[in-house]
């Protein structure tokens, strides 16, 4: 062993410097900025892809003193730290014999679930930067273990504590650094998601309607064929759209809030109902930002529901503002005539609803439409312009209002001529 490596070796077998070591960089800190250190985390990939698993023991024993921690000051350092360390072992060891990392890995297991299950929002961050950094830009196969690890966090069964549900799932998430080349992995993520969107907490609903998305977002046609080994965004959102219309149909039956003198009681029920329309509503958004090829015939075909919701959502600025945004997402796409058609044939049939804040939201939703797909929809001119004429004599002043925008919009643009007609 050359002399300077020597001394690096002889540095890190001693455990009394290694204690010190750690010591050391949970003080070293800014005041108020307690950020995980790329160049540390560099540091300990280099020390165990040169050394092996050398002072994999040593740092092992250091690890649960620091996650262990109870001092409030020190507490978040001392997770940075031990993330800092893992983060190197699981990108250092990425070569090592088959051997050592089944040893690695049956000491790193144990360590990893205790920190999963007493993660704080202090420290959430740090342990997700850990995963990424660790598996980042890497093939999955020298990956396997810690995307096993992972994998196994969605099967933990609930504990009632939200804030760690969440926080597993945040975990699962960094999965998406292997983007396309884990497609088991993201076939079993969409099965046990699809069934957690009716959530009764908000911020796991969020999380959920995220990791679907990326899940669904490697759904895309190449030039030699469809991608057939990733979940199929048409038949998911085809079984959302069967349970989204059985939402509402609750949602209109049951009030949400029952009032009794001075007691209101939520039904149950429609709360949940709720909750799925609004995670849905994300999911369909979220599609949008993701995908690379989001325009799909499902998405068409949900078209209808998306504006039924708006009377619905009409009282919930927060979910109304979402539900515009989400229709202005397919508004804004690239529509190719495959997909004009077919779409121009929803919005007739919703202009036909009896619900006026379905009809108002299908006209205003068409102006948009066209304006981004101006030369893709000039075949239908006369047909919108018979669609929008329609809605010009409704009975409800409010899509009146709307389908005259719509129409002097069409003028304005050169979409369809002013004639005597």
């Not at 078209?303 to 202005?328: G, H, Q, W, Y």
Request: net charge neutral.
């Amino acid at each position: 062993m050359p002399e300077n490596v020597k001394i690096l070796y002889e540095k890190f077998i001693d455990k009394d410097f290694i204690n010190k070591f750690t010591q050391f960089m949970v003080l070293d800190e800014e005041k108020g900025k307690i950020n995980f250190d790329a160049r540390r985390f560099n540091m300990f990939k280099g020390l165990f892809r040169n050394f092996g698993s050398a002072f994999v023991d040593n740092f092992m024993e250091r690890l649960y003193i620091l996650i262990h921690e109870k001092t409030k000051e020190k507490h978040e350092g001392s997770h940075r730290v031990a993330a800092e360390i893992v983060g190197g072992m699981i990108r250092g060891s990425k070569n090592w014999t088959v051997e050592a990392l089944d040893d690695l890995w049956s000491k790193l297991t144990p360590f990893l679930n205790e920190v999963c299950s007493n993660l704080s929002p202090e420290t959430l961050s740090h342990w997700g930067t850990c995963f990424k950094l660790g598996i980042e830009d890497e093939d999955p196969r020298r990956m396997y273990r810690p995307i096993e690890f992972l994998r196994s966090l969605i099967n933990i069964h609930p504990t009632g504590n939200t804030f760690l549900e969440t926080s597993r799932w945040y975990l699962v998430q960094t999965l998406t650094n292997f983007e396309w080349r884990v497609p088991a992995i993201w076939c079993l993520i969409n099965e046990q998601a699809r069934d957690l969107l009716d959530h009764p907490f908000k911020a796991f609903r969020e999380r959920i309607a995220n990791i679907l998305s990326v899940s669904l977002s490697f759904d895309v046609s190449l030039p030699n064929g469809q991608s057939v080994r990733h979940p199929n965004a048409n038949k998911f959102i085809d079984a959302m759209r069967e349970r989204l219309q059985q939402a509402i149909e609750i949602y209109e039956k049951t009030p949400l809030a029952n009032v009794s003198g001075q007691v209101v009681e939520i039904d149950p029920e429609a709360r949940k109902a709720l909750n799925f329309i609004e995670t849905v509503i994300q999911l369909h958004t979220h599609l949008f930002t993701r995908c690379l090829q989001p325009m799909k015939l499902s998405v068409i075909r949900i078209f209808p529901l998306l504006c039924e919701l708006e009377s619905i959502v009409a009282n919930d600025d927060f979910i109304r503002k979402n539900l515009t945004i989400t229709r202005m997402c397919v508004a804004m796409s690239y529509l190719h005539i495959s997909f004009i058609e077919p779409l121009i044939e929803q919005l007739e049939q919703v202009c036909s609803s009896s619900k006026w804040h379905a009809r108002r939201a299908a006209i205003e939703f068409v102006q948009n439409m066209i304006f981004c797909n101006l030369f893709n929809a000039r075949p239908y001119a006369q047909q919108l312009r018979q669609l929008v004429f329609k809605c010009l004599f409704d009975e409800q002043f409010e899509v009146r209002t709307v389908a005259s925008v719509t129409l002097s919009g069409f003028y304005q643009c050169g979409y369809i001529q002013v004639n005597n007609d």
